[in-house]
């Protein structure tokens, strides 16, 4: 009663489409025409990858909070690759961020800050060296700055140094300009703080070797089709542009950042997916033209999976309202998924045709044979993509949900549009006519030892799938996202720069601590082992602080040692001139052009002779600018050597704003150590992330995302696939009433699943981030060719080949050719998560077909004999 029911409803669907063609495609096309408006209107893209994950999961929501804290979070690095010492590269870097600055898209850009908007204690926390360095400078300044007079601060400035030996000529310059001037008659300044406050500070790495650019957009259109595609691009000229005014084309650059990752990915993605699907379409139009000999029936095809795919991009706006990296290569797996339906019509209606007087009793009777399948099969893919709707993982929700209704409507529009068309069609019968029966020679020449040798052919089938499942124990999981990227993107190529810089990497820790936990959580992570550094509002607390602050206090208690000068008028100029023939020894011609100044200013006072009145005022006029300098200079110093520990306080304006949230949280990035291997490796991420819980059990950023996000992959699909397999047996048995012939119409899908695990484990293949996403499509696309090879036994269980004669067997060949077709267009993506994507799912199709072709048969045919069924059976005639 089931079946005549939905035989008399699918008969009489095939019926009605064909007798008004017309208003059926007027119907559709208008359809159409509103879901492709709406789509250009409403659909939009993410790109953030935070946005295939669940806002409502703990790990998730800290993230948010931390980018609600910290508005710079997504800023964007443009890089400068130079040596260290290349003064060149500083300026080029300083002088980018001041022209990014000027342009409207860009909110700020800050290369590095200056000495006057650092806070006089921050130099205690500079690497080692530098901080030594620091601190014998500071012993000087406060010894020479306490001297009473300009001249003894000159006699303590050079009994510091040691000028026999070849001291540094510009700062030896800098110290003796004030006094050469006053000598000469020349305006007088010392210039005692100033050259600090004008030193400039470039972020770069440890190294030196790159230096950045940290660059703020204004708001993007985070919802518009393009994302920040726009502004980067932009960006990326703008810089470009500059760079080669500049003259600086031989300065390696570029543009990266987590935000820049993310987009450029996202860009890849999409040109991958448009140019799999429009090679997709020709290829299985090509096909289709090449097996029916004529370009009519193609086209016919082709036109209804157009109408299918439109359809469903209106379903994506309705449904989701935007597109991600996941979802965006929907159109590519249905255009070989919607064409199947087509095929499976054509190939049962050329069968049927010599037997019907009209093409609506024809398709009458093909929407009876094949229907049942078709609805079945698409609704067991449907549900096998739509179980992924219960995931956390939302990107692989809504691609579930995406797919889901995609495959439906595609169904919907082939069933609807191509009969239609072909009633307007004139030649159908010659079209059908010359179409090739292709695979039906290969399937008589297999019908014999299906037939007579069932049990070898399960044999052999069983040892091979046992092999490929011993192989797939190999199988492990690449958390590695770096490793799906197309390596030749600017912003994936700059990542890698970076991380082989000690505390360059993006994949730092983060880690959210009031003021007061700082101290301490910074010690505890700066002792694990697998952590380079505790950078953010860590750089204030350096392991060795105590020490530090021990060296300080001891320069500070200690008296500065101050050598008395002369009070009469010719003592300076007699020390300068004693100075001038020590230095004139050294051959630099810095030093000799200093050899020359000091030559110069001692005889413009020599040649004053007995001007007393003008040596005085001369002399005077040193002594006032050294009353007006030296006790600023004095008071920074002091400042310098003040008890208390650097602060925030002491932190530019640039790095505060990076490191302290708007509700007052101190960031501490804990940067893994160099190494190798990538730290998105599955053999570092997780001890990194659970190293860093040991201390901070809330830590949260990039690696964190990562190695949660690879968590809820694999159980998202774990269970989508569970779901899929229940949710498809449950249609099965509705549909067959009888769990032998759900179960056999799985049987080619199980044996896919484990050759392509297997394959995988062979070749070396890891389970990734992108290719999970595909075991579902393959179950719920791999059962629909048992499917059908169940409807034709059951329609007549002594056929040979059981199940796969009357067009099924060359269905279920083209069908499953088209689809390995849509999928494997895909492999000519550039982005190597698709790649991979394409590649696991046609060896899953592929080994499908196979055991649909080979296993099910064998199956079918021991079931026949187990019930006594031993008539003898005719080999198919079509």
Known sequence: MHDQARHRLLGSWGSLITRYPVWTLIVCLGIAACSIVLALTSLSIKTDRNDLISADLPWAKRYATYRHDFPHWNDLVVCLEGSGDEQRIDTAARELAAHLRSTPFIKAAEAGFYGDQVGPRLWRVAPKTEFEHTLEELVRGRAITAAPTPAAALVTMLRQGDVETEPDAAALRSALTPYMDAIAGRPVHFDLSGQRAKQWQPFTTSTGRIRTVLVSLTAPTEGSIAGIADSLAALRNAAAEWMRAKGHDDIAWGVTGIPAIE?????????????????AFILITAMLIGVFRRVRLPLMAASALVIGIAWSFGWVVVSIGHLQLLSMVFSAILIGLGVDFALHIMTRLRVIEPECATLPEAMQR???????????????????????????????????IIAAGGVLLCLLAVMSVFPALLALSRRWRNDLAVMRPVGTGTLNRLAGPLHNHAWLVLLLGGLVTAGLVAASTRLGYDSNIMNLQPPGLEAVSWQRRLAAEPGGDLWSGLVMATPDEAPRLTAELDAISGVESVGGMGMLFPPDLESRQNAVAT????????????????????????????????????????????????????TLDRNTTERRARMQLLTDAWAEDAPPAAAIIKAALAPSPPGPSDLPGVLRSQWVGDQGQWLLRVTPRVSDESILSPARLGAFVASIRTVAPNVLGPPVQILESSKLIVRAYTTSGLLAMAAVLLILLVDFRSIADALSAMLPVLVGFAG???????VGLDLNFANLMVLPMIFGIGVDAGVHVIHRWRSDPFMRPPGLWGGTGSGILLTTATTMIGFGSLMLAEHRGIRSLAIVMVVGLLITLIAAWTILPAVLRLRQQRHGDVMTASTDPH
Do not use: N
């Not at 609805?375 to 691609?399: D, H, N, Q, R």
């Not at 320069?555 to 100029?573: I, M, N, Y």
């Open 366 to 400: 093909t929407f009876r044979d094949v229907g049942p399948g078709l609805i079945t099969g698409a609704v067991t893919t449907a549900a096998a993509f739509g179980c992924t709707a219960f995931s956390a993982f939302l990107g692989v929700a809504e691609m579930g």
């Open 263 to 279: 987009s450029d990915e996202t860009a890849q993605a999409a040109k991958d997916s448009t140019i799999s699907s429009i090679v």
């Open 555 to 606: 320069v500070r208690e200690t008296a500065p040692v101050v050598h008395a000068g002369s009070d009469q008028l010719g003592f300076v100029a007699t020390v300068l001139g004693t100075l001038r023939g020590r230095l004139s020894a050294i051959e630099s011609t810095d030093m000799k052009t200093l050899v020359a100044d000091l030559d110069e200013a001692v005889k413009a006072w020599v």
């Open 756 to 762: 392509t695990f297997g394959f995988m484990g062979i």
